[in-house]
């Protein structure tokens, strides 16, 4: 992983979404760096912004809104020179029954974003996120980024509609998009839809059985630092303008493996239960997914530093601290 070559000192940046997992790890770094942040984040009548803090984090500028209204992302995006579109409706189980939703944000969302940076006269560089859902059940592997796309569930087919938009606006308009394709991302701060922080949530409370979904598929885990890294990066690279970029560490393991690895990690004795809730459909089961994080070592000079181990470590050690807030779902992936 490399540092970005770019200062960010005083960059006006946006970032939607930046209320999220990714998006608040993303928001203190380029904090850190100098950058002047803007979030965009999903209004609610409670007047929370997920994992930022307007107290704690006075830095940032927090605008409550909608990326589905496209005036108010206008209004988030006019003045910055950099647009990190994060804000998107996650989670595949909840993709089965509300698929629309999914369209309408995911989809709709994106295009809102890339006019908002077509129109304005300051945004230098769009970063759309993607996910590796994308790419559904390896064909082959490693992955590359032209593997077929696969809609298996809705989730991962709004998410491809998103992508191709933002990358349309490229080769209609010129827009300086560039498409960030992290897979399996983790650490602290995700919700317990996620796989991980689910077996750590069970652990970290004293569970005897496990209670999962499938645990023969294998995942490419990154952890969320070496990802944001991976986002930074994206920016300073000419040559992704107008391409996709994966951002894995292009090692894989299965769910079952890494559930014993995360018994290690805690010290439990834990066992497995399969939960049929949580069991995709057939046919909608994503078996194998694995990076081939080519390009973004040799476009971006980037590569993850954070071992699985490692990283593993650090979020059991989160979760532990933090066990009453592991629940709070985020909306933005």
């Not at 647009?83 to 595949?92: N, Q, Y």
């Not at 998410?159 to 827009?175: E, P, V, W």
Request: proline letters at 5%; glycine letters at 8%.
């Amino acid at each position: 992983m490399s540092e970005s070559t770019v200062s960010w000192d005083g960059v006006p940046v946006c970032i939607t979404g930046g209320e999220g997992f990714i998006g608040s790890h993303l928001t203190e770094r380029l904090v850190s760096l100098g950058a002047r942040v803007r979030v965009l984040a999903l209004y609610n009548p409670f007047g929370r912004y997920g994992w930022l803090d307007p107290t704690v984090h006075t830095e940032v500028e927090l605008l409550p809104g909608d990326v589905r209204d496209a005036e108010r992302v206008a209004q988030a995006v006019e003045g910055t020179e950099v647009v990190f579109h994060l804000a998107a409706l996650g989670g595949i189980p909840y993709s089965y029954v509300a698929a629309r939703s999914y369209v309408d944000v995911n989809i709709t969302g994106t295009i809102n974003v890339a006019e908002a940076c077509r129109r304005s006269s300051t945004v230098r560089r769009m970063v759309q996120t993607s996910t590796s859902e994308t790419y559904g059940t390896a064909r082959f592997v490693p992955i590359t980024e032209e593997h077929p796309m696969q809609p298996q569930s809705p989730y991962s087919a709004s998410k491809i509609g998103a992508d191709n938009m933002a990358l349309s606006y490229h080769h209609a308009f010129g827009l300086p998009v560039s498409v960030i394709r992290p897979f399996n991302v983790y650490g602290p701060r995700q919700s317990t839809r996620a796989v991980i922080p689910t077996i750590l949530t069970q652990l970290h409370r004293g569970a005897r059985e496990l209670r999962l979904g499938a645990t023969s598929p294998t995942r490419d885990f990154t952890y969320v630092a070496d990802t944001v890294e991976g986002f930074l990066a994206v920016v300073t690279s000419d040559r992704s303008v107008g391409e996709v970029i994966n951002v894995g560490s292009g090692a894989e393991i299965s769910i079952g493996a890494l559930v014993e690895l995360l018994v290690e990690i805690t010290g439990s004795s834990a066992t497995i239960v399969t939960e049929e809730e949580r069991l995709r459909p057939s046919d909608s089961e994503v078996e194998r997914l694995l990076a081939d994080n080519t390009r973004a070592r040799e476009w971006l000079g980037w590569s993850p530093t954070v071992s699985l181990r490692e990283g593993l470590r650090r979020t059991s050690d989160w979760i532990a601290a933090n066990l009453d807030a592991v629940d709070t779902a985020g909306y933005s992936v």
